[in-house]
């Protein structure tokens, strides 16, 4: 009964300690989104990179830059430049680490926002994840959560009731998307058995993920059950009275930290969560938090000012909101379920899922490389070692969420399909037979720091766990499957009218 006596509200529900929390996290996502911006952004989309922003923009026919703008929104039609790129990246890790200290008004979120925003629409298939989306939206929210111009941590301008209900309403289109998602598309979401496989075939395991995997047939059961009752269930009691809807947060939260516990999975959980918080509101944290922010909330009730502008804009946001779901909520109800899309180009309102469906064989493409100018039955090759997807069987499993190294997420997905269904790899080899250093950024490391390497290729293994704690250190056991892509050379005359084709000779 303790749990109901902490639920139990004794005044009048307020949302200062609410915002505070909810901004506070939503600036520690914005931290590592722009973090993974600034510290890969110029290899991956920049002048000379894999994809390169400004080729991408130049395929649009708009009959001016303003037309352009409101198609598809992004400071970049207006001028591109690396240096422009990685300003904007590293000033949005600042800002960012702003908010997440307790700082933040309207401008400041604007910013972060359309900053976000122009970065992902130029970011192409390294930026086509659901959660890049789902930042955009909720990041959109919270400029109407904040006062206009005042930044501190407290300040006695009332969070609107309005904006948090539509927090609400995005935590229960994230869950609901992602539970009927499951059952739609994988036969083994519905009889129970995806958790066999998950943990091993995901992007990116962590250290705790061979543990999960390793888990009796039963527990595994039990945790797809749970995650239907999790996304399915518990997102209806979102908008229950309070002591159900501290309930269902606390339910939503928790099922969150499980899965970073279980894997790296971007920033994709902790966004997550940041709607969850608006089940919330200070009579529960209240008897959780410090008492300095306690005082420092219950100040700013006390003078609380309530203003009518902003009222009517909440309400106006709300239309907005209620409009832009119409699509989305049909989409929820569709046999036919798309999962993680927008369907306007402001990203507003979108509809989102995970792992609908589950792999359930782990293909890993190694790239390999060789110095030596004739290749033969004995030719040595080493393999290029990437950040965080497994290449060396003995390589310890990293904890890198949420932090994503994208080129490794993309590298996951190019093992389920063809060569030239992933031009940007065959761009990342042209590099690397240059030894390239904007490419050789992205991973871990190049085997041939002092010499350039002749020819590269890419090769096709299946890899799955091995024992925990097996006497030869091994972390993954591999079974050679094939060639993805053989022997390539400065010299090969397909991969040399490959790169010129898509203007990539420099």
Not at 20 to 30: D, K, M, P, W
């Amino acid at each position: 009964m303790q749990i109901f006596k902490l639920l139990k509200p004794k005044q009048k529900p307020e949302y200062f300690i609410t915002r505070f929390v909810l901004l506070r996290i939503l600036g520690f996502v914005y931290f590592f989104a722009f973090l993974s911006l600034a510290t890969q952004v110029i290899p991956l989309i920049g002048e000379n990179g894999l994809l390169p922003a400004k080729n991408f923009l130049e395929t649009f026919k708009f009959d001016s830059k303003l037309g352009a703008f409101f198609n598809l929104p992004t400071l970049f039609w207006f001028k591109i430049s690396d240096g422009m790129l990685l300003t904007l990246a590293w000033f949005g890790v600042i800002l960012s680490f702003v908010v997440m200290i307790g700082f933040a008004n309207v401008p400041i979120m604007i910013v972060l926002w359309f900053v976000y925003m122009s970065f992902v629409h130029i970011g192409q298939i390294f930026y086509g994840y659901g959660w890049e989306i789902q930042l955009l939206e909720t990041g959109f929210l919270a400029i109407f959560l904040c006062p206009l111009l005042n930044m501190r941590p407290f300040p006695k301008t009332a969070p609107p009731k309005l904006v948090i209900w539509l927090f609400r309403w995005l935590a229960f289109r994230i869950f609901l998307g992602a539970g009927l998602i499951k059952i739609r598309a994988d036969q083994c979401w519905r009889d129970l058995t995806c958790l066999y496989y998950h943990y091993e075939t995901q992007p990116i395991p962590n250290p705790l993920s061979p543990y999960f995997h390793f888990m009796p047939k039963w527990f595994h059961k039990f945790g797809v059950l749970w995650n239907h009752f999790i996304e399915l269930i518990v997102p209806f009691f979102i908008f229950s009275p309070q002591i159900l809807r501290y309930i269902a947060g606390i339910l939503m939260i928790s099922f969150q930290f499980i899965l970073i516990l279980s894997g790296n999975l971007s920033f994709l959980n902790w966004i997550t969560i940041v709607p969850c918080i608006a089940c919330f509101d200070d009579n529960f944290f209240r008897k959780i938090m410090p008492k300095w922010i306690i005082n420092k909330a219950q100040y700013a009730v006390e003078h609380k000012r309530v203003y009518k502008l902003q009222k009517t804009i909440a309400w106006i946001l709300v239309i907005i909101i209620a409009w832009l779901s119409i699509p989305v909520v049909q989409n929820l109800m569709s046999s036919r379920q798309i999962m993680n899309t927008s369907f306007n180009q402001w990203a507003l309102v979108n509809t989102y899922g995970a792992f609908g469906s589950v792999g359930k064989f782990r293909g890993e493409l190694v790239v390999e490389g060789t110095i030596e100018n004739i290749i033969t039955p004995q030719t040595k090759w080493q393999a290029y070692e990437f950040k965080a997807k497994p290449t060396n069987p003995y390589r310890k499993l990293p904890i890198i969420a949420p932090y994503q190294p994208r080129i490794d997420w993309q590298i996951w997905f190019a093992a389920m399909q063809r060569p030239e269904h992933n031009p940007w790899l065959i761009h990342l080899i042209w590099k690397l037979l240059d030894n390239d250093k904007e490419a050789i950024s992205l991973i871990a490391n190049s085997p041939f720091p002092n010499k350039t390497p002749k020819y590269i290729k890419v090769e096709y293994y299946q890899y799955s766990y091995a024992p925990i704690g097996n006497k030869e250190g091994l972390v993954w056991n591999r079974r050679y499957i094939g060639q993805w892509l053989p022997p390539l050379s400065k010299e090969t005359q397909g991969l040399k009218e490959y790169i010129r084709a898509y203007g990539w000779e420099n």
